[in-house]
């Protein structure tokens, strides 16, 4: 899945006929904005049709390309967004097939929202792990019953195949697909170019009854912010609940309305993150990181990274240090 050696990896968007703008656009918003040290593109966005002319969007305005399919052999990633106003198909068309056949094996594919209906059609997600946008899963379930749909999450990494939800859960996948080829600090500064959250985890839930406080009701907001400048200690449920000024029992229903999932998962996972951050950018020892990162001992904290991501924190130092060698390839995450 890797370019010539000096060459920008190559990332084709396949427009099909009733393409979503907006999930169109993400691919070529988040990767173009992935620049190395010494700000080269680490990325090379293609857009293209499969038969290289204009097609319609869901919008009231039509889209030029510069490819047909046939860039699609090119590709080290090929990225489906999602199309039509109506249901997306069972049966993909011939000419979708045969250009479908021109991707490399070995390329890795995704898709953001249902455009997971094609990968499905095609035979992609046979077996494995899958998502879409909440209100088409229960469909692509039922068409596809040998596909391992889960509805709840924003996103699914099963190594060279990726889906996510809808719309925003598409930023968090490629987000997490930078941050996995190049580590977290390329993948935040994306995030920061782009004013989006530098990390949403694919297990979050997809539908979050209250995202957005009330008007003056800050929610488990400050908890949470002072609970990140702690990181490095043990925080207890009720110092977490003492510092939103309410119980125990109401702070985990809010955790679960605004952040979609509990606290204490939370914490874990901003551990994880923290711990990560310091693996990249120090040559802390891991059990210092351990400490840092409030797992205690570095037994902990290598428990914890190999349940994220899947790999030993040297082996993740290895990959994302500036001094490493770049050998590891990260496992899946969310699988």
């Not at 370019?3 to 006929?17: C, K, N, T």
């Not at 990390?199 to 009330?214: F, H, K, S, T």
């Not at 003056?216 to 907001?221: K, R």
């Amino acid at each position: 899945m890797t370019s010539p050696a000096g060459s920008p990896h190559r990332v084709a968007v396949l427009a099909l006929d009733g393409v979503i703008p907006f999930e169109l656009g993400i691919p070529g918003r988040i990767f173009e904005a992935a620049l190395g040290p010494d700000d080269e593109p680490l990325y090379e966005v293609v857009t293209c049709t499969v038969d290289g002319r204009p097609v319609r969007t869901a919008a009231d305005f039509s889209i030029t390309v510069e490819h047909d399919a046939t860039i699609l052999a090119t590709a080290d990633t090929v990225v489906f967004p999602p199309f039509g106003s109506c249901h997306p198909p069972e049966r993909l068309p011939e000419d979708l097939v045969s250009a479908l056949a021109l991707i490399r094996p070995g390329t890795r594919v995704m898709s953001i929202c249902t455009g997971s209906f094609v990968l499905a059609a095609a035979g992609l997600l046979d077996g494995r792990p899958a998502t879409t946008h909440w209100n088409e899963a229960g469909r692509l379930q039922r068409l596809f019953p040998g596909v391992r749909v889960d509805p709840e999450v924003l996103f699914v990494d099963d190594g060279d195949v990726l889906t996510s939800a809808g719309a925003a859960a598409g930023i968090d996948l490629c987000l997490h697909v930078v941050r996995r080829d190049h580590g977290s600090e390329v993948a935040n500064r994306v995030a920061r170019r782009g004013v989006v959250p530098p990390w949403r985890d694919g297990g979050q839930a997809q539908y979050i009854e209250r995202p957005v406080p009330e008007p003056h009701d800050a929610g488990t907001a400050p908890a949470r912010a002072w609970a990140l400048e702690h990181l490095d200690r043990p925080i207890a449920l009720h110092e977490l609940a003492g510092r939103a000024g309410m119980s125990v029992r109401t702070l985990t229903r809010r955790f679960h309305e605004e952040v979609g999932m509990s606290p204490g998962r939370w914490l874990a996972r901003q551990r994880v993150e923290l711990a990560r951050h310091l693996l990249e950018t120090t040559d802390l020892p891991v059990d210092q990181v351990a400490h840092r990162a409030g797992f205690g001992t570095a037994v902990s904290l290598r428990q914890h990274l190999h349940a994220a991501i899947g790999v030993s924190p040297m082996a993740y130092r290895r990959t994302f240090h500036p001094d490493g060698d770049g050998a590891l390839v990260p496992a899946r995450a969310g699988a």
